[in-house]
């Protein structure tokens, strides 16, 4: 029962992060992700099959030790987006970067809960659930900052970039977007298998300074 639990908050943790990106656009004055039903946290609006489910069963049922997934992009047109401080790349850049703030909010949240648990009377079982959706929240928003495609932290360090950077650097993204899928899984090997030992080491710390526990 308790790992159903944290499947749906996972599910839901990328749902937000998916609904914070077309409320980014659509502030930013882009009405696409409005019109096409997508700013609902209704799963089933989001749900990718192997984003949001084989990815995370698959973890889930090969105790990899962490869980993350994804969501079906929330779509928006860049021509839309007004310009933030003058430039168009900083539009795109902020709505990339939504998602991931969304998602360090939420950890923000849960984690006030627990540490206000004795206040609030919060039984343990709460604690536990409080912790696993910072955990996960941490690691959705760390994740997708990569600097590199498809996750939004490629869109924002090409804002970031001098222009003559920024141009190489949107060269070589091209390039890895033109191989799809198979990036997103040589991207995952490589976190897994290479980058999963240092980058847990900062969510747990990350963890520890937010809800004063211990570990999970």
Do not use: C
Request: glycine letters at 8%; proline letters at 6%; zero cysteines.
């Amino acid at each position: 029962m308790a790992e159903l639990i944290i499947i749906v908050a996972l599910i839901l943790s990328i749902v937000l992060h998916e609904v914070a990106h077309g409320y980014a656009a659509d502030w930013l004055g882009d009405p696409t992700a409005r019109l096409q039903g997508r700013l609902t946290i209704n799963p089933l609006n989001h749900i990718d099959p192997l984003g949001s489910v084989i990815i995370p069963g698959l973890l889930f049922l090969s105790n990899a030790g962490f869980l993350f997934g994804w969501a079906k992009p929330v779509p928006y047109n860049p021509y839309n987006l007004r310009p933030l401080f003058g430039q168009g790349r900083y539009a795109e850049a902020f709505v990339a970067a939504a998602g991931a703030l969304a998602n360090f909010l939420l950890a923000i949240i849960f984690a006030l809960l627990i540490r206000s648990a004795d206040i609030l009377g919060l039984t343990p079982a709460v604690v536990e659930l409080s912790s696993y959706i910072v955990y996960i929240n941490i690691l959705l928003g760390f994740f997708n900052l990569i600097p590199l495609p498809p996750l939004d932290g490629s869109k924002v360090l090409l804002a970031l970039l001098p222009t003559r950077a920024a141009m190489k650097y949107q060269e070589m993204t091209a390039r890895i977007e033109r191989l799809g899928l198979l990036f997103t899984f040589l991207l995952l090997f490589l976190f897994i298998n290479v980058l999963w030992t240092p980058f847990s080491v900062l969510l747990f710390k990350v963890f520890g300074l937010l809800t004063g526990l211990g570990g999970l």
